[in-house]
């Protein structure tokens, strides 16, 4: 099994920048890429951005390319997302998915979830 734990969240103004962190245990061997998405209330978690632990690769959702960064530490077994120009839409809990097979931007093809931490954008 993997383990995940989300820290960094919190409020911040329009235009801020916040730092989430991801710490991967357990069988972290098996793990292919770690994600992360995030959900309002009401709709579907969204894939925001993804990093692979095996070989090299990133990916991003259109709407915060520029604005968000995320990086990992294979030693330490994290991945970060750096999030800069913060807007109101971005309010959501965000969680960090473990996925063991192949990079997707699909909720349901990660099998390992974190708890979730809040992030809220003010005006």
């Known amino acids: 099994q993997v383990q995940l734990v989300e820290s960094g969240g919190g409020s911040v103004q329009a235009g801020g920048s916040l730092r989430l962190s991801c710490a991967a245990s357990?069988?972290?061997?098996?793990?292919?890429?770690i994600s992360w998405f995030r959900q309002v209330p009401g709709k579907e978690r969204d894939f925001v951005a993804g990093i692979r632990m095996i070989g090299e690769g990133t990916h991003y959702q259109d709407s915060v390319k520029g604005r968000f960064t995320v990086s990992r530490d294979t030693v330490e077994n994290m991945v970060y997302l750096q999030m800069n120009s913060l807007q109101r839409e971005d309010t959501a809990v965000y969680y960090c998915?473990?996925?063991?097979?192949?990079?997707?931007?699909?909720?349901?093809?990660?099998?390992?979830w974190g708890q979730g931490t809040q992030v809220t954008v003010s005006s």
């Open positions: 357990g069988r972290t061997s098996i793990v292919y890429v």
């Open positions: 998915a473990a996925g063991t097979v192949r990079f997707t931007t699909s909720a349901s093809d990660y099998g390992y």
